[in-house]
């Protein structure tokens, strides 16, 4: 068990630019969440996956974002049009659906977005 | 919707003492988590405790426990014995039970406890 790995860790773009981002889970893990963390605020949620099937998305999720989990096994975010708005930490957690529903979440290390 | 309230922006404590933090919440669900999590200067979130709302008995893990007030929404966290290496911001999510559910955690915007030598 490695973990949820994130890459990149740190990305600094110019606005307008597309930016993507990866995330690996737990390998036996079927649901990613996706969350934003701006500074000094707790993380919010954007959207989930249960294996490759995406079944929420939050409104923060404008149509410049678009997430992708093909084959159930890691996910990608993408950013189009990017937007100094944009600028935070973007959080993965995978978790094992199981009977009680109460399953831990377990995080990666984010990746933090500059958008100059 | 529920919401999850952290009134603590800041705390500190010094090494060896104890200290509690707190975290309301409000939901109209009878069943359902909640967590402490804790998130260490750029390094990753990682779970303190969570607790089981269906369980009376308060969730404990060593020097983490809880005082879990189902009627008054009222969640906290105390920290024994603290150690410099509790320094971080710690997180109370909230998360609905059930299938059914997206299963998304809910936080408040966070406590930064500070720990003194």
């Known amino acids: 068990d490695t973990g949820v790995s994130q890459d990149p860790r740190h990305k600094i773009t110019k606005r307008g630019q597309n930016v993507t981002f990866r995330c690996d889970p737990i390998s036996e893990h079927n649901r990613l969440y996706w969350y934003r963390q701006t500074l000094g605020q707790g993380p919010e949620f954007l959207t989930y996956f249960q294996n490759e099937a995406q079944l929420e998305k939050s409104r923060l999720l404008s149509d410049r974002f678009s997430a992708e989990r093909p084959k159930g096994s890691f996910s990608t975010l993408e950013i189009q049009r990017t937007e100094q708005g944009d600028s935070a930490m973007y959080l993965c957690?995978?978790?094992?659906?199981?009977?009680?529903?109460?399953?831990?979440?377990?995080f990666g290390p984010g990746t933090r977005l500059l958008v100059l | 919707a529920q919401t999850v309230t952290q009134s603590q922006p800041e705390m500190s404590v010094q090494e060896a003492e104890t200290v509690t933090l707190s975290c309301t919440y409000d939901t109209s669900e009878s069943d359902y988590y909640l967590f402490w999590y804790k998130q260490p200067p750029s390094r990753q979130m990682i779970l303190v405790i969570r607790?089981?709302?269906?369980?009376?008995q308060n969730a404990t893990e060593n020097r983490f426990s809880v005082n879990f007030q189902k009627a008054a929404k009222s969640f906290s966290l105390k920290i024994s014995d603290s150690q410099l290496g509790d320094a971080a911001m710690y997180f109370c999510?909230?998360?609905?039970?059930?299938?059914?559910?997206?299963?998304?955690?809910?936080f408040g915007k966070g406590t930064k406890l500070s720990v003194k030598p």
């Open positions: 957690a995978s978790t094992s659906l199981g009977p009680t529903g109460g399953e831990t979440q377990y």
């Open positions: 999510a909230y998360r609905s039970r059930g299938g059914g559910s997206q299963g998304n955690l809910i």
């Open positions: 607790q089981e709302a269906y369980k009376q």
